[in-house]
């Protein structure tokens, strides 16, 4: 089955760095939109950035200047270079995959499991 696997995440403290990564495996031809989502306790789920195959990049206004979003889709990949994390940046990251498409068959949305970030002061 296709799945998204994420890696990554963990505790820094404030100011540090992480990079997440979520590779799509279970045979994906193509995913029009790879992105990242996050939740913190008691508030809803947001979109931080996402990339589409063409390169787009759209990021929340929070993380302008601090985060940077790539991918390869020949590895069918996204990351999230993540700089000068502040404790508002804690929650849980989810990668996300919109417009997946095998052998001219559109698949569901894909979420990952999530991976948490812990940013410390």
């Known amino acids: 089955q296709v799945q998204l696997v994420e890696s990554g995440g963990g505790l820094v403290q404030d100011g540090g760095s992480l990079r997440l990564s979520c590779t799509a495996s279970g045979g994906i031809f193509s995913i029009n939109v790879m992105g990242w989502y996050r939740q913190a306790p008691g508030q809803q789920r947001e979109l931080v950035a996402d990339?589409?195959?063409?390169?787009?990049?759209n990021l929340v206004d929070s993380v302008k200047g601090r985060f940077t979003i790539s991918r390869d889709n020949a590895k069918n990949t996204v990351y999230l270079q993540m700089n000068s994390l502040n404790p508002e940046d804690t929650a849980v990251y989810y990668c996300?995959?919109?417009?997946?498409?095998?052998?001219?068959?559109?698949?569901?949305?894909?979420w990952g499991q999530g991976t948490l970030v812990t940013v410390s002061s």
């Open positions: 990339i589409t195959s063409g390169g787009n990049r």
């Open positions: 996300n995959g919109r417009g997946v498409w095998n052998r001219g068959v559109r698949l569901a949305e894909l």
